[in-house]
């Protein structure tokens, strides 16, 4: 569980990852270090920003394996709570990718 608050969090803060759930610094601190363990209340907001469902964790505080999630489920839920700045830079990029490739499909075959 430690692991995927961790990676719920990020590269935020403590303090702003606390902020953002509704808890203390403190409480973000404890959890990270399996000394307490977040309410369900909590889980179900660190559930998808780490790439679980809260089903998932819930088995895992019970001692059930946790399946890892995908790369693309990470990515897609890590964009979600990125601000528009970072976002529309994965726009472009994705843009020119796909204006790159359409282009090349699109250059005539050397006879």
Excluded at 4 to 12: D, E, H, L, T, V
Excluded at 87 to 96: C, F, L, P, Y
Aim: hydrophobic fraction near 45%; charge should be neutral; aromatic fraction near 4%.
């Amino acid at each position: 569980m430690i692991e995927i608050i961790r990676q719920a969090r990020g590269s935020m803060s403590q303090r702003a990852f606390g902020k953002l759930l509704g808890v203390s610094a403190t409480a973000v601190q404890l959890w990270e270090k399996g000394v307490n363990v977040p309410d369900t209340e909590y889980l179900a907001k660190i559930a998808p920003r780490a790439g679980y469902t809260l089903e998932e964790l819930l088995n895992c505080l019970e001692g059930k394996p946790v399946q890892e999630a995908s790369d693309l489920s990470l990515i897609l839920r890590q964009i979600n709570h990125m601000p528009l700045s970072q976002v529309a830079q994965i726009v472009q990029a994705g843009a020119s990718r796909l204006a790159a490739a359409v282009e090349s499909l699109e250059e005539p075959k050397a006879s």
